[in-house]
């Protein structure tokens, strides 16, 4: 008791109080205040004004109404392709999560490993594809993957086959193109947890006669494992809500929820649908998050 | 007037949101489409009248209707098509015209103006800017080289015939559709002799499963690339806007390909479209805004517009400045004949876009 009183305190302590504004201003600014405005939406009913749709606190007559339109989120369960766009999206961000951990995880232990003198030097050309616009990366993998692009050409011109493979606007070149610009969200939390490992303990295993490949398998990945959760949550978090791969790479039976989004929000003008469905992915976003959230603070304890 | 990738578009949507600049007496800020005016226009407009023009580009009606919708969007001057406009006009998105403001609108074709009174009764709010079809562009030798002579050119069985598609298909001659399915679907539903404007759910579908059962013999669903893929030959049919298509039939010729780019528009019908000038309620100059209409009304500036963009203008002064070659063809000005068989589209209450939204994405995805 006396020991969270303490606690207590300190954490009003002035001085503190400053440190946790910063944050809590940030989370209310950008976090808060959008969820509290999308969710006021997706509990309204579409209509032809300015905003296009009905308000749900109505003052008049000395009574303040009120009224709340669930309406929005039955209809998502009336329709199978909302629950398709949400098992499509769910499916490449984890497709893309794996691929990103199987190349990252090799990326960051030899980084990790480089002497130091090269490390800089790798994590700068981790880091420097992303100084150019993402928009940008994006359409150069258009042009790779295209029917007569570089990969078809080159091939083609190999003479290894006789008609260009269809790449773009598929499933694949999704998934790759979200591999490519999530990488580095991958590495790094990587990185910073693997530099941070105690050789000693790699001695110790190796003196006790644990073979390398079982010193990874009982030391290195276990302790590794903050950073693999923190770079999963990186890459898988974004990609589900991915709107502009999907846009320029993906096919017409790519399906994500991003892409439906839109088409409520532009082409039926149905904010609050649109919006329900971002509710809704906010709240399958959420599962992970609050995992991620445990381990980071069962972590911290330890 | 190029619609690509609506990408670029969300991000200039959410500029657009956050745009509320103070205004200046000295300036006009327009939103337009992309592509879509000439080049020396606004410079022009600055010489005459001193008012300094800030010119932003959008790629489709989508883009523009979030950004009126949401409101303060800080423009002066925006573009929209005449199925937009009127359902933005219920929502009290635009300010009234004044009339007195704009005495060049004496220039505008009265027949045309007759056409728009069911769009906005009086010009109350808008005036027209440009107008065109949804129709065919195809590419001439390789087609015949495929179908024959007697190649259906002239109807959307060049899209939609399963078996005249099928055969495009093994001639390794890819086919184009517009990724909109207000258009494609209307188009479908005039191909089956329904009326391309139906909200029966019914009509709606049948023309989303005539679309589904050649989806094998699309090669893709885009609202813009088709132009220089019909260009360079590598795709050879597509349902596409005819300002585009004529600007692919340009860059054809310009390369010295051993092909031409031709456009038609379907004898079962295709949309006519206007797009309309029109002042937010909001604008923060909408003096200005009544000068730039208003000079976008002389005859001279709109004839060079449309000798640059090649759509037709709604301006029967300008006809005397413009090229006899544009003028007088019967693709961008169709004759009394053709333009009885098109059909405006209109706006649709939500439930009936959703039936359509719906019905293309099953027409895409499968789903």
Known sequence: MSNNLVRLR????????????????????????????????????????????????DYGHETLNIVLTFSN????????????????????????????????????????????????????????????????????????????GLINNSLIWLGWIDSPIRMLNTNFAVILGIVYAYLPFMVLPLYANLTRLDGSLLEAASDLGSSKLNTFFKVTLPLSMGGIVAGSMLVFIPAVGEYVIPELLGGPNTVMIGKVLWEEFFHNRDWPVASALAMVMLAILIIPIALFHRYQSRELKE | MSRQSKLSLAVAAASVALMTGAAHADEVRVYNWSDYIAPDTLEKFTEQTGIRVIYDVYDSNEVLDAAMLSGRSGYDVVVPSNHYLTRQVSAGVYQELDHDKLPNMANLNPELMDDLESIDPGSRHSIPYMWGTNGIGYNVERVEAILGEDAPVDSWALIFDPEVTAALNEGGCGIAVLDTGDDMLSAGMAYLGLSPLSSESADIEAAGDLIAAVRDNITYFHSSRYISDLANGDICVAAGYSGDIFQAADRAEEAGHDFSIAYSIPKEGAALWFDMMAIPADAPNPDNAHAFINFILEPEIAAAITEYVVYANPNVAANEFLDPDILNDTSIYPDQEVMDNLFVQEEKPLAVQRVRTRTWNRVKSGI
């Not at chain 1, 009003?12 to 205040?33: D, E, N, S, Y």
């Not at chain 1, 009336?78 to 691929?99: E, F, H, P, R």
């Open chain 1, 73 to 148: 989120y039955l209809f998502l369960t009336t329709d199978t392709l909302y629950i398709a766009a949400y098992w499509g999206s769910v499916k490449i961000a984890l497709l893309a999560t794996v691929l990103c951990l199987l190349l990252g995880y090799p990326m960051a232990y030899a980084m990790a490993r480089a002497p130091m003198r090269w490390q800089l030097v790798l994590l700068l050309l981790v880091m420097l594809p992303s100084w150019t616009s993402f928009l940008i990366r994006v359409y150069a993998w258009m042009g790779i993957l295209s029917n007569n």
């Open chain 1, 10 to 57: 300190r954490l009003f302590k002035p001085r503190r109080g400053w440190v946790i504004a910063v944050p809590l201003l940030w989370l209310t600014l950008f976090f808060l205040l959008p969820f509290g405005i999308v969710l006021k939406i997706s509990l309204s009913e579409a209509a032809i004004s300015i905003p296009p749709y009905s308000a749900i606190l």
